[in-house]
Structure formats: C-alpha cells, structure tokens
C-alpha cells in the first residue's frame, strides 16, 4: 500500500514545480524568438493602405435578412464600397444572391454589380444578372431589383427566361407573393411576351 504522506509531499512539490517549468519554457522562448525587424514585414503587405484609405471597401462582404413574408434573403460579393455623394447607396462587385421563400423554392441570383438604396430598402443588380430557380427556370436581364424587407424581384429591362421545355422572352418580369395565397409565388413576364414549347419526345 501507497504511504499516503509520500503521496501528499509528491502532490505538493509538483504543484510548485510544474508552474515553475511552465514558466522557464516561456522564458527560453522569448529568449531565443529572433528580433522582428519592422521593415520585413513591409514587402509582405498585399494592401496598398494608401488606397484603402482613399477609396474604403470591403473584402468578401454579406448581407442575411428576412423579408416580411418570411423569405431568407442572403447577398455575398466579392467587394463592396460605402455610399458617396455621387453614388448614393453602397455598391458591391461580383455578387451572389440567395433567396428562399417560405415555400421550399430557392432562386439564386448572379450581377456584376449591385447598388443599395437604402432609403428606398431596394438593391438593384445590373450586368448579366441571371436568376436560376429550383423548379429548373433560369431568367436572365441586363438589370434587376430586389426589395430588402419583402420579396419583389423585378426586371425592368427585357428578359429571357428558359425552363422545362420552354423559353420565354418578355420586355419586363417580377416574381411576387401571391395576394391571394400568401405561401405561394408568382413568376409574372409582361410586355411582349412569346413562349416557345418544345413538347418532350
């Protein structure tokens, strides 16, 4: 059997001489941690500050929120820029967005560029915007806006829209939740609209 005063004593020293190690290790490390010349880091810098400072952006920045009908609204870039005098609301290069309706639909939304109006709650997309939507319809326009508190997606340039079997061209488009039947969508083409079946074989 173990003499427990052994046990004790052993219990004691280790309390007191572990930290004490703990602390040599951190000793030895800071003496031999090579000086930091500042002046290397400077070649390894990949942000001209300069620029930064005269034009701020954003890396990689994201949007989430829910609109009142209780669709998911997610919106990713590449880069975005604070609002100016000039431009107005905030503007973002490269984006995707991502809307899910309550419905289990997904629409999945790609610009080259998009401008937040804050005030009117509203983004709009411009530069080959296309739209792909889980029920297999993918609608593309130069230009489309999107509400921020409520799902109203729009295209005020002509678009064309191409699903199962079918493409369709119209001169305008806006994708709705139905008045009359709040967990349902409408996709709705106006002005000049043709559709082209092509029945399976």
Do not use: C
Not at 16 to 31: D, K
Not at 59 to 87: F, M
Not at 123 to 134: A, C, Q, Y
Request: charged share 20%.
């Amino acid at each position: 059997m173990a003499n427990p005063d052994l046990h004790t004593r052993l219990i004691g020293w280790l309390k007191i001489a572990l930290p004490l190690m703990a602390l040599a290790i951190l000793s030895t490390l800071f003496l031999v941690a090579r000086t930091i010349d500042p002046e290397d880091a400077i070649p390894y810098a990949s942000v001209d500050v300069a620029d930064r400072l005269r034009e701020p952006r954003m890396t990689a920045p994201t949007y989430a929120g829910v609109t009142s009908d209780g669709a998911a609204l997610t919106v990713s870039a590449d880069e975005a820029r604070p609002g100016t005098a000039k431009s107005g609301g905030a503007g973002a290069t490269k984006v995707f967005a991502v809307l899910e309706t309550p419905d289990g639909a997904r629409n999945e939304l790609t610009a080259a560029a998009a401008q937040i109006d804050d005030g009117a709650r509203v983004v709009s997309f411009s530069g080959d915007v296309t739209i792909s939507s889980s029920a297999g319809w993918t609608v593309r326009s130069d230009e489309m806006l999107a509400s921020m508190d409520v799902t109203n997606v729009s295209a005020p340039t002509p678009v064309t829209a191409t699903g199962p079997g079918s493409t369709v061209t119209a001169n305008s488009m806006r994708l709705t939740e139905n008045p009359s039947s709040p967990d349902q969508y409408l996709l709705v083409f106006n002005g000049a609209v043709k559709l082209i079946y092509r029945p399976a074989n």
